[in-house]
């Protein structure tokens, strides 16, 4: 009999994580996280993570459990992703995947395959060319063989673009047909697949609000001391919106203000592909995030699951 298995997603600034929370509470659920950021010690204001007075007592797993120099990516995720599964499972509640990365997602709620490694032979190749022709050229490279999914990806996001190539160089395939083969496969769990949404004017705003919020509560000094840890731009963890246009402005690239308006800026693009990407995802079902939000998340889990979780 499949597991039972909620996942929780939408895009960045909705309110996942407050929900979910009081959604634990209420079903015995623990909860895993799906944020690319969150991961890693020290980034805390940036990512926007979850504090443990915020978490109420319910445990949360893939929070601080990386330094910022350590990689991560999909596989490392799918591998940390079960191991809390099977814990969660073996207390007999239900995991809650809570998060706005929705290739992670998709690589866990499919149990996707990633044993080819033949893409590795062609990474070395993108990397040395994006270091001497830059990120748009990498990117325009990327809108020659796979225009579908360089629309998905921005050109600052140089390791998917870099994957995405060495993808194409190992397999001749596209990573979107490859996504979208991998969206028809059918899942190991027994699951409820939801997608917080919001009026996008009113999501906007509130990525404002973030972003003022972020600067009022010490990003800027929270950068400085990854900076003086010995943490720098070349890491994939301070590529992280917030950090790479702090660390800009620490270069003296940037002004504080224009930092200010690019990460705003970048912000609400990012949440803009994070809808077009849960658009195409199957079995989703939408939930608006107002007063009624918790309820309706309950009442299609206990349709689904019923006395599962008692």
């Known amino acids: 009999m499949k597991k039972p298995l909620i996942i929780l997603s939408g895009p960045t600034a909705v309110g996942k994580t407050d929900l979910s929370i009081a959604l634990a509470k209420e079903i015995n659920g623990e909860i895993v996280s799906a944020d690319s950021m969150q991961v890693y010690k020290y980034m805390d204001i940036g990512s926007a993570k979850v504090t443990q007075a915020e978490m109420q007592g319910i445990k949360h797993y893939l929070i601080d ?34 998060g706005g990365t929705g290739f ?33 050229a990498l990117h325009k490279a990327l809108s020659q063989v796979d225009p579908e999914y360089a629309k998905e990806v921005h050109e600052n996001n140089i390791k998917k673009v870099v994957r995405a190539l060495s993808f194409y160089d190992a397999t001749g395939k596209k990573l979107s047909l490859h996504n979208e083969e991998e969206r028809q496969r059918t899942s190991p769990y027994n699951y409820l697949y939801f997608v917080l949404t919001m009026n996008r004017e009113l999501l906007y705003k509130r990525i404002d609000k973030r972003v003022d919020l972020m600067i009022d509560n010490g990003l800027l000094e929270e950068v400085k001391r990854l900076k003086n840890l010995g943490y720098t731009k070349d890491l994939t963890s301070m590529q992280g919106l917030g950090y790479k246009e702090v660390l800009d402005y620490l270069a003296g690239e940037t002004t504080l203000n224009e930092a200010i ?16 990407w849960f658009k195409r995802e199957k079995d989703i079902i939408y939930i608006e995030k107002d007063q009624n939000s918790l309820a309706n998340l309950l009442a299609y889990t206990k349709e689904r699951f019923g006395n599962e979780n008692k």
């Open 65 to 98: 459990e990386l330094l910022p120099n350590e990689e991560f990516n999909v596989v490392k995720f799918q591998q940390m992703a079960k191991d809390a599964l099977q814990k969660i499972y073996a207390k007999g509640k239900i995991p809650i995947i809570v």
């Open 104 to 136: 992670y997602i998709q690589a866990l709620l499919y149990d996707i395959s990633f044993t080819d490694t033949k893409e590795d032979l062609y990474r070395e190749k993108w990397e040395t060319y994006v270091h001497k022709n830059g990120k748009e």
């Open 261 to 276: 308006y690019i990460l705003k800026r970048d912000t609400r693009h990012f949440a803009k592909r994070q809808i077009t």
